[in-house]
């Protein structure tokens, strides 16, 4: 079965810092890997994923993701953190079944921002 | 595109009676949803994968019973609580996959929070 972990509970950075949440991952065969946020009273909104190819994968509010299978990990950077993206931040492997794409989640990243 | 909608946003019940809510895929037909379930400070937990046309499939531990879901049509699915006790209070979010684009992607809705008196 497949799982993830997100080490760190909590962040704190400074805006305008930079950012790295970390993720890593198990699983059999070859992930699907994906980035989601979370802000309060909102559902999650896809960040990036990563299926094959290229394993810096760029998504949506400037943030960028790397594979790296050697090391099982799939985190997420981003080079100048906002103040709008605190926010609860998870990271999903994804398993291919005949239902579609099951996830499973980790237990996320709550991010502050200092002004 | 990729709009997925919860109904209602937040309900508050008394224990012992039912509630439904409603996951639409706004803008493309959803093949498969899926339902969770999230507890304060924590990570989302799957309960059930439900296809269009057929019965869902449920988690280990997750009661079928209680949990009712229906997929009735390509973009609604239905979650009934029924009998919701005060342990069921939770935020409950759905998701949908279709379409040849979004196959592989979950899309998410808002979410709804039930709290059971």
């Known amino acids: 079965a497949q799982s993830v972990t997100q080490p760190d509970i909590h962040i704190t950075v400074s805006e305008g810092a930079s950012l790295e949440l970390r993720c890593n991952y198990s699983y059999g065969a070859t992930p699907y890997l994906f980035w989601y946020v979370q802000s309060p009273g909102q559902g999650l909104q896809l960040l990036l994923k990563y299926f094959s190819g290229d394993t810096l994968v760029q998504g949506i509010k400037g943030f960028e993701a790397e594979f790296k299978r050697s090391q099982s990990s799939f985190n997420l950077r981003k080079p100048s953190v906002h103040w709008s993206d605190a926010a609860e931040y998870f990271c999903a492997v994804g398993a291919i079944t005949g239902g579609g794409n099951k996830l499973t989640f980790g237990t996320g990243t709550q991010l502050k921002v200092e002004l | 595109g990729a709009v997925v909608s919860q109904h209602p946003s937040r309900v508050i019940c008394k224990s012992g009676t039912s509630v439904k809510i409603e996951c639409r895929s706004l803008d493309f037909q959803a093949t498969t949803m899926f339902w969770y379930r999230q507890f304060p400070k924590q990570s989302l937990m799957l309960m059930a994968t439900?296809?269009?046309?057929?019965?869902?499939?449920?988690e280990q531990g997750v009661e079928k019973d209680k949990f009712l879901i229906n997929h009735a049509s390509l973009t609604l699915s239905t979650l009934t609580v029924t009998s919701a006790h005060p342990e069921d209070s939770s935020f409950y979010i759905c998701s949908s996959i279709g379409g040849y684009e979004w196959a592989d992607t979950q899309y998410f809705g808002p979410g709804t929070r039930l709290t059971v008196l």
């Open positions: 439900s296809n269009e046309g057929s019965k869902a499939t449920y």
